[in-house]
């Protein structure tokens, strides 16, 4: 049996996601770069800085990849997310999170965040769900944001355990990918369009339970 859940924040445990979406078009917007969801799809799970960095190559500005412009333009996006969060409540939960993890520290099951989002911390305690993660990967402390395995390896470390005895929880493909890469089990939350036809994938979180979870598990144990 899996001995921790690593969660993915946004998107998984709250919709934020939508809200880094809505910030990154409008910054995109002041430099004339339209961005759509499509596209947005290509953002989810990276740093900050990679994001931007994506950005500036569809809008041909590669000239500001560097620099203070690149500073200013990551601050002014993180200041108009920050705004939008302002007024978060545990009432922005998504279905099934809060009843989940009550399920996992009932089975003793630790749980961490491995969030790309420095914002993390944050958004746990607007929530309320702060105490219910023994650990938060930082992840100023990576070398190598999502896809590579390292917030996910530093989660786990952060609750004692390896990688391999987890799962992780993610809506991103890059999330996916670093899931995979540190050794942990997968589980999506969206369509396997969007993170592969070769992992388990619920639709929305209100299908995600501990039942479901030892099931993906055992199937993996094979
Ligand atoms: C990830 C999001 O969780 O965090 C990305 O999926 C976001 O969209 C990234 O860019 C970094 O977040 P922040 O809050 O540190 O800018
Ligand atoms: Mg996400």
Known sequence: MFKGVLFDLDGVITDTAEYHYLAWRALAAELGIEIDRQFNQQLKGLSRADSLRLILQKGQQTELYQGEAFQELMQRKNENYLKMIQKITPADILPGIKELLFELQAANIKIALASASQNGPVI???????????????????????????????????????AQECLGIEDALAGIQAIQASGAVPVGVGQAQDLGADIDIVETTKDLNLAYLQEVWQKCEK
């Open 124 to 162: 746990l305690e607007k929530l309320g769900l702060a105490d219910c993660f023994l650990g938060i990967a930082d992840p100023k402390q990576v070398a190598a944001g999502k896809p590579a395995p390292d917030i996910y390896l530093l989660a786990a470390k952060e609750i004692g355990l390896n």
